[in-house]
């Protein structure tokens, strides 16, 4: 283990994390899996998803937005907070349409891999039936409103060669939804579509063409399950997300 300066306990792990790490980040170097739907790579966290969710001093906190301190006991397979997650994946579930046998993103979708893990079966809530709209008016990009979970990833990292935000949300509530600045030249070219698809945690992005780049069974998750990249600290190969940005 490479010693930092700080140590925390996760469960009955006691490992090392850096000065202003997140508990994301100090778990993941140190092979242990919160799962996260918002967080990605270098994009700051937004905390919008709470899949992340810890107990940490008695309160319910997202980790990517918890930032590490001396002595910290986090709980995070407590049989209290994997419900929690359960719930909130089941949660997404209903609020959408999420078709998992039809969709271009199966094996590659990060909610459908977690609904493995956490062994989601029928969702205790009721579903919705929302009947949103697919836009394909983009020439390489199809946005499946039904499947967007709202995580804003695409908003906070597509981004034209200027720095202007390709991506961004309308309207509230029930009703918020995502759009793409048409009057930026990049939003419609072919590396944006491949681009907003790898970053999209689901199926609402679907870069037209190339969906199917690899063949479903031999997509990320249809050869390891969710995490195990971070648990088994092994470098998988084979099965990435279709499209490459
Ligand atoms: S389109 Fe995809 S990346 Fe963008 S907010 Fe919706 S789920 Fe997140």
């Given amino acids: 283990m490479e010693q930092g300066t700080i140590k925390i306990t996760i469960d009955d792990k006691e490992i090392w994390a850096k000065d202003g790490q997140s508990v994301v980040e100090a778990a993941r170097e140190n092979h242990i899996f919160i799962p996260t739907l918002c967080d990605y790579k270098s994009l700051k966290p937004a905390g919008t998803c709470r ?26 397979e407590s049989s209290e907070i994997k419900d929690i997650r359960k719930s909130l994946i089941e949660m997404l579930f209903v609020e959408g349409n ?22 989601m079966t029928a969702p205790r809530f009721p579903f919705s039936f929302t009947n949103r709209r697919l836009d394909a008016s983009l020439p390489h990009l199809i946005l499946e409103h039904n499947r967007c979970i709202q995580c804003l990833r695409c ?3 597509v981004r034209a060669k200027d720095g202007r935000d390709l991506f961004g949300f309308v309207d509230r509530g029930a009703k918020i939804h995502i759009t793409v600045d048409k009057t930026v030249e990049e939003a419609f070219s072919e590396k944006t ?3 907003a698809m790898a970053i999209c945690p689901v199926g609402a992005l679907i870069q037209k063409g190339g969906a199917y780049q690899t063949p479903i069974g031999d997509r990320k998750y249809d050869l390891h399950p969710i995490g195990s990249e971070i648990e088994s600290n092994i470098e998988q190969s084979g099965g990435s997300h279709d499209t490459k940005s």
């Fill in 193 to 195: 579509a491949a681009a």
């Fill in 98 to 119: 999420h078709m998992c046998p039809s969709c271009e993103k199966s094996g590659n979708c990060d909610l459908q891999a977690l609904a493995y893990r956490y062994q």
């Fill in 51 to 76: 899949l992340c969710t810890v107990k940490i001093g008695g309160r319910f906190v997202s980790a990517c937005t918890t930032t590490v301190s001396n002595g910290m006991k986090v709980e995070n």
């Fill in 155 to 157: 908003v906070r990292g």
